[in-house]
């Protein structure tokens, strides 16, 4: 996700290429930023449905590797559902991305939406129930531990 000047960004691309592997010109400065936030965006959603979908799986008694089985591959289908998921449901709450670094990237987005005149009310709920998690002492965890919000084992 990179922006800038074309000629410069393209003189960057051997240190681009040793960051990762998908180097994707996005425009002009700024570019790059934004599409990061759209990512992020686009996350914080998806970890929300994922998160309550396993949840309402298992509050109905459903056997969860069977329902993993049936929609990870579907519509429903994410990288989030298809590694996330099963961390959610192991109770495997170790970071991969930390939940207090989703909430500065939240806060960003927000902002950035703001500047821009439109509302993201997902992403608010978002970051409203990852910062009721942070305040809960989970900001060290993973953002898969938005689960806890959803399942409380009694």
């Given at each position: 996700?990179?922006g800038g000047?074309?000629h410069?960004a393209?003189?960057m691309t051997?240190?681009?290429?040793a960051?990762?592997?998908?180097i994707?010109?996005?425009g002009?400065?700024g570019s790059?930023?934004?599409?990061k936030?759209?990512?992020q965006i686009?996350?914080?959603s998806?970890?929300?449905?994922v998160?309550?979908?396993?949840?309402?799986a298992?509050?109905?008694?459903?056997?969860?590797?069977?329902?993993m089985?049936?929609i990870?591959?579907?519509?429903?289908?994410?990288?989030?559902?298809?590694?996330?998921?099963?961390r959610?449901?192991?109770?495997?709450?170790?970071?991969?991305?930390?939940i207090?670094?989703?909430?500065?990237?939240?806060r960003?987005?927000?902002?950035?939406?703001?500047?821009?005149?439109?509302?993201?009310?997902?992403?608010?709920l978002?970051k409203k129930?990852?910062?009721?998690l942070?305040?809960q002492?989970e900001?060290?965890?993973?953002?898969q531990a938005?689960?806890?919000?959803?399942?409380?084992?009694?």
């Open positions: 996700m990179v000047d074309a410069d393209e003189a051997p240190v681009f290429q960051m990762g592997q998908k994707v010109y996005q002009k400065a790059g930023q934004h599409t936030m759209a990512n686009a996350i914080a998806n970890m929300i449905g998160a309550e979908a396993l949840a309402y298992k509050h109905a008694g459903l056997d969860t590797d069977k329902v089985e049936s990870e591959t579907g519509a429903a289908g994410s990288w989030s559902l298809s590694n996330l998921g099963r959610m449901l192991k109770g495997d709450f170790e970071p991969g991305f930390y207090k670094h989703l909430i500065k990237d939240e960003i987005a927000l902002e950035s939406a703001e500047a821009m005149g439109m509302d993201a009310p997902g992403l608010a978002s129930i990852y910062e009721a942070a305040d002492g900001e060290n965890s993973g953002t938005i689960y806890k919000n959803y399942w409380n084992e009694k």
